[in-house]
């Protein structure tokens, strides 16, 4: 079974970035289509970004040009780079693999944007 581990929130001025990073424990990470979810306080979890086996990216339209996501399947690794950060922003991130009908989440780690 596959471990997420994720880093990298803390707390940020508006128009500032953040970098999370999703260490997995296995190299079969490589197989699984990941992605980044978000839930704020009092509000359903929502994706973020997706990214394939393969490296094929989407976005949602809250954060289409400001977050990248991308991945180095040698290091069994999947980041989301997060620019121009809003208040709108803060939330718990999660890390989300699937593979099949296999899927594992990450404990989360919390993004505060605010001045």
């Known amino acids: 079974q596959v471990q997420l581990v994720e880093s990298g929130g803390g707390l940020v001025q508006p128009g500032g970035s953040l970098r999370l990073s999703c260490a997995a424990s296995s190299s079969v990470f490589g197989l699984y289509a990941t992605a980044w979810y978000r839930q704020a306080p009092g509000k359903q979890r929502e994706s973020v970004a997706t990214?394939?086996?393969?490296?094929?990216?989407n976005y949602a339209d809250s954060v289409k040009g400001r977050f990248t996501i991308s991945r180095n399947n040698a290091k069994n690794t999947v980041f989301l780079q997060m620019n121009s950060l809003k208040p709108e922003d803060t939330a718990v991130y999660y890390c989300?693999?699937?593979?099949?009908?296999?899927?594992?989440w990450g404990q989360g780690t919390l993004v505060t944007v605010s001045s």
């Open positions: 990214i394939t086996s393969s490296g094929t990216s």
């Open positions: 989300n693999a699937k593979f099949g009908t296999r899927e594992v």
